[in-house]
Every structure is written in structure tokens, then in C-alpha cells.
């Protein structure tokens, strides 16, 4: 699913403390809405966000911090 910016008007939004301080391969995710959790480009933060439900998104951090995601994105 995708939300226009003009739809997150207002939100917070966090960069992932992995991010570089370059301006590269940075994730940003909007705070605040129970039910889904936008996540966006922060290069193009005008650009449509991904949202995503929010027990999907609890299972993705998870498998993250648990080390469940090799550099590409794919399962170990």
C-alpha cells in the first residue's frame, strides 16, 4: 500500500539509527498510527511512503534485530 505525502501531513517521522550520515540509504518511519506504519525514502520525502500493517512491520523489525536478514534483503 502507498500514501501521498499530502496524507501524512503532520506525521513524525524517524530515521533508522543505521542510516549513513551521507544522505544515503536512508529509511524513514512516520510514529503515531496504530493501525499501519508509512515508511518512506528520505532522499525523496515527497515521493509517495510504503505503509505497511503494523503487525507485519513488528515482524520485519524483529527478524532485523534477531539478525533473520543477510545485507540483500533475503532470508539466511
Not at 528520505?42 to 543477510?70: C, E, I, Q, Y
Request: hydrophobic share 35%.
Amino acid at each position: 500500500m502507498t500514501c501521498n505525502a499530502s496524507e501524512l501531513t503532520g506525521a513524525v517521522w524517524r530515521r533508522s539509527t543505521y542510516s549513513s550520515g551521507n544522505g544515503g540509504e536512508c529509511v524513514e518511519v512516520a510514529q503515531g498510527n496504530t493501525e499501519v506504519v508509512p515508511v518512506r525514502d528520505s532522499k525523496n520525502p515527497h515521493a509517495p511512503a510504503l505503509t505497511f500493517r503494523s503487525g507485519a512491520w513488528a515482524m520485519f523489525v524483529t527478524g532485523v534485530k534477531a539478525g533473520g536478514l543477510d545485507a540483500r534483503g533475503s532470508e539466511t
